[in-house]
């Protein structure tokens, strides 16, 4: 159990003891104790003044008195402080803390509840690469999946394909057009940087033809409309959903390109998945719950034929869910889907990882679901985040400004490789140690930089900021990890030493005290779906971790029992970051 929570359960058995109150669980609130006033944990009193019809002052001393006399195993001092009773926790609670989970690998995690939580991202495209906003939705996806697994959830990692449509033909339109025959192999390029090529050479094109037409009378209005390499992308796009073998083909081909150029991404990134869905085998999904919904009244049919539900008594609008010659629409798509999920692997609860320019769409999405009463509907969550600019400001796909994931990650290597070797700590690793070193120091440095902001949050992505040694970064972390491990391979650690009567200092107090905040670290990030509060937290239990040592010198420690004690912090201490840098899908390296 939490301190945290051993404090409100203690809490409560007081306030029933002295007061005969059962306050609920939930509602008494401890917090850490601000800096400026003397304590470790403070309750807040606000909450039962009314219900214990007490003043500040008397209650808290009253509740301050008990909890001391009654948990003395716990507690050595307390005081009060305008309706804030702030409790100083006993220098033997934190030995006792440091000494049972100092080599406990499993600290912080939950055993498995039983619940099964599905996280669906990445979700792209396969006209064109990977690029930024798609590192950020993989990222939080995959540390999401992480954080939820290390409290006891049982974590199924989806990825819907958007494989089809007017944008995948205009990729192949412009390749048939363009090519000349050329392919990944033949032009030494990864698929998915190829294909992508052809869409932005689509839009070259399509803009050239718009302003030929424009000069040749028409408005812009119907230049765009009759652009004629825009007219040949919907025309292929009729073709394939008619099936035309040549289309087809094509259209595996190129797809097929696109998938091995994402698979090398995603090894390289560390993503996976447990089940790919692909929108050409989705689409026609939830037509049966459209029919259901009609029945039901909760959808009506207009006189052209198409099907509509109205939302409006829930603050939003009419919406569309089959268009009047049957077709089915993104949102109809999405509720199918949701049914088949939910009947594949039963979740109870499915998080769907996608930017903030959806928030809309999942909203209705989650409305139509209810009213459809499907078993899904309840737990259909949306993760949604902020979009992600560079200092040079927005990227755009269409005209090839977005910065590819490869080309990022790549970057992200070189600097890493620079910054490691002007600092001479390499000189002794062997080539293939060294180039596994900047890649974790790369790739670490740039998911931290992106998942330690709020997901709700619009960022801006720096890399040399990213990277900095010294900074709110992870190969700050990552430094102060493999110092921790470089101090625990040079001294030995004896467990024939008492070390429970051991007085604490100010800075091994707080590195303890911190230590223990990680349980409750992992299931707030796991509760709110937010891996910045974790990655937050391991960052100041480095920067905690580099104060202590800088100030108290391990190895010439005052007493042998002292040396044992700082080689326990340092080992709980290397422990937590490193399961809490994996939480975030970050690798920690032993050397730097």
């Not at 220098?91 to 080599?103: E, K, R, V």
């Not at 494989?163 to 057009?177: E, V």
């Not at 094109?205 to 000069?215: D, R, S």
């Not at 890493?416 to 690793?429: M, S």
């Amino acid at each position: 159990m939490f301190l945290t929570e051993q404090i409100k359960k203690a809490t409560s058995a007081a306030i029933i003891a002295l007061y005969q109150k059962d306050i609920p669980f939930h509602q008494i609130q401890v917090n850490i104790t601000k800096p400026e006033f003397e304590g470790d944990y403070t309750v807040v009193l606000f909450g039962f003044l009314k219900i214990l019809q007490k003043n500040p002052e008397s209650l808290g001393n009253e509740l301050g008195s008990y909890l001391l006399q009654e948990n003395s195993d716990l507690f050595v001092g307390f005081n009060v402080v305008k309706g804030f009773l702030n409790l100083i926790v006993k220098d033997t609670f934190w030995l006792d803390f440091i000494d049972t989970h100092y080599s406990d690998s499993h600290f912080g995690k939950t055993a498995l509840t039983g619940e099964r939580v599905m996280v669906e991202y990445s979700s792209p495209n396969t006209n064109k690469p990977l690029h930024l906003g798609h590192l950020r939705n993989n990222f939080l996806g995959k540390s999401i999946a992480n954080i939820l697994s290390f409290t006891g959830k049982d974590v199924i990692k989806t990825c819907i394909v958007n494989d089809r449509g007017i944008h995948i033909c205009k990729s192949m339109i412009a390749w048939q057009l363009f090519a000349n025959g050329a392919t990944p192999a033949s032009t030494n390029m990864k698929g998915d940087h190829f294909v992508g090529d052809y869409y932005v050479l689509y839009n070259e094109e399509y803009k050239k033809q718009v302003a030929q037409l424009i000069t040749e009378g028409l408005s812009t209005e119907e230049a765009e409309k009759k652009a004629p390499i825009l007219l040949a992308a919907q025309q292929m796009l009729l073709a394939w959903e008619k099936g035309d073998p040549e289309i087809i083909r094509l259209w595996k081909q190129m797809n097929e390109w696109v998938y091995e150029g994402f698979e090398k991404t995603y090894q390289m990134i560390g993503t996976d998945f447990h089940k790919i869905y692909y929108e050409s085998n989705t689409y026609l999904l939830g037509k049966d719950l459209v029919q259901k919904g009609l029945q039901k009244n909760v959808f009506y049919q207009k006189e052209d034929g198409s099907v509509w539900i109205d939302l409006t008594a829930d603050g939003l609008d009419e919406k569309l869910v089959q268009r009047k010659d049957g077709t089915s629409v993104y949102i109809t798509q999405d509720i199918g889907l949701a049914e088949q999920k939910q009947a594949e692997f039963n979740a109870q609860q499915s998080i769907y990882v996608v930017g903030d320019e959806q928030n809309y769409h999942f909203k209705v999405l989650k409305l139509i679901c209810e009213k459809l009463q499907l078993p899904s509907a309840e737990g259909i969550y949306h993760l949604s985040y902020g979009m992600v600019e560079l200092p040079t400001g927005k990227m755009k796909s269409r005209e090839g400004t977005v910065v590819d994931a490869d080309d990022l990650v790549a970057e992200m290597i070189s600097i890493a490789k620079q910054n490691t070797e002007e600092l001479g700590k390499v000189n002794d690793f062997t080539e293939e140690e060294r180039i596994s070193l900047y890649e974790t120091i790369g790739l670490g440095a740039l998911k931290f930089f992106l998942l330690r902001v709020d997901p709700k949050k619009k960022m801006i992505f720096n890399p040399e900021e990213s990277i900095d040694f010294h900074g709110f970064t992870g190969p700050f972390i990552q430094y102060t990890y493999a110092r921790i491990k470089s101090i625990l391979r040079k001294l030995s650690f004896s467990r024939t030493l008492s070390i429970t009567n051991e007085p604490l200092l100010p800075l091994e107090k707080q590195l303890a005290f911190t230590l223990e905040q990680y349980p409750s670290i992992l299931e707030e990030a796991a509760t709110e779906h937010n891996p910045s509060t974790l990655a937050i937290y391991i960052y100041q239990l480095a920067k905690t971790f580099s104060s202590f040592y800088s100030e108290h010198s391990i190895a010439n420690a005052e007493t042998e029992t002292k040396k044992q004690l700082r080689l326990q912090l340092a080992m709980l201490t290397a422990n937590v970051i490193e399961t809490g840098m994996h939480g975030l899908g970050i690798k920690v390296p032993e050397r730097m």
